[in-house]
């Protein structure tokens, strides 16, 4: 079956650290860039961060940059983003997507069902 | 960052009837468009990619247009499986979303 499948939320104080996982199962996960959504009741949806297929490439918005670290590892079929100086305001659902096309195009055609990540003391 | 206004945020229909959703760009974006579906507690669903094309599998009642700042997503005969809210996002630049169009049963 073709999916996605993130780990690794929770419930995180202020100023510290998380790492999402995401399993990708169905398709040739090395062919595809990938990307991280994530989705707050008040913010709506965000882009965080893309990796191109072979994992050279990064992007990151505004709002992580020098805070998140987006990887991926084509050997196990895996996504991940590595969070740090945590915030309320990364308070949200966040989603891995598959992209169309092996470089950061942003165009999502396969998304996980979302992990919940929590920031509060 | 490029922002995307889409309208109207909310908007009450009726099995059968036309929906029309509306995106501005704040600058021209080309076609670098897409819009997602989102039905609660899923994730969004890619319907429509570079502002008119169709994704696969997705029915043909849905259809998109437009270019530059201005576009608009269609559902020519909205069904029941159709309630959802309804997100356009431009990938000209950085990725940016609009703030959504709840599709609710008038």
């Known amino acids: 079956e073709v999916q996605l499948l993130e780990s690794g939320g929770g419930l995180v104080q202020p100023g510290g650290s998380l790492r999402l996982s995401c399993a990708a199962s169905?398709?040739?996960?090395?062919?595809?860039?990938m990307t991280w959504v994530r989705q707050a009741p008040v913010r709506g949806l965000e882009w965080v961060a893309s990796?191109?297929?072979?994992?050279?490439?990064?992007y990151y918005a505004d709002s992580v940059k020098g805070r998140f670290t987006i990887s991926r590892d084509n050997s196990k079929k895996m996504l991940y983003l590595q969070m740090s100086s945590l915030g309320a305001d990364d308070t949200a659902l966040y989603y891995c997507a598959k992209d169309k096309s092996p470089f950061a195009d942003n165009t999502w055609d396969l998304w996980g069902q979302g992990i919940l990540v929590t920031v509060s003391s | 960052d490029i922002q995307m206004t889409q309208s109207p945020s909310s908007l009450s229909a009726s099995v059968g009837d036309r929906v029309t959703i509306t995106c501005q760009a704040s600058?021209?974006?080309?076609?670098?468009l897409n819009w997602y579906q989102q039905k609660p507690g899923k994730a969004p669903k890619l319907l429509i990619y570079d502002a008119s094309y169709l994704q696969k599998g997705v029915p043909s009642r849905f259809s998109g247009s437009g270019s530059g700042t201005d576009f608009t997503f269609t559902i020519s005969s909205l069904q029941p499986e159709d309630f959802a809210t309804y997100f356009c996002q431009q990938y000209d630049n950085l990725p940016t979303f609009g703030g959504g169009t709840k599709v609710e049963v008038k």
């Open positions: 600058q021209d974006i080309t076609n670098y």
């Open positions: 990796i191109g297929n072979s994992g050279d490439s990064t």
């Open positions: 169905g398709f040739t996960f090395s062919n595809y860039a």
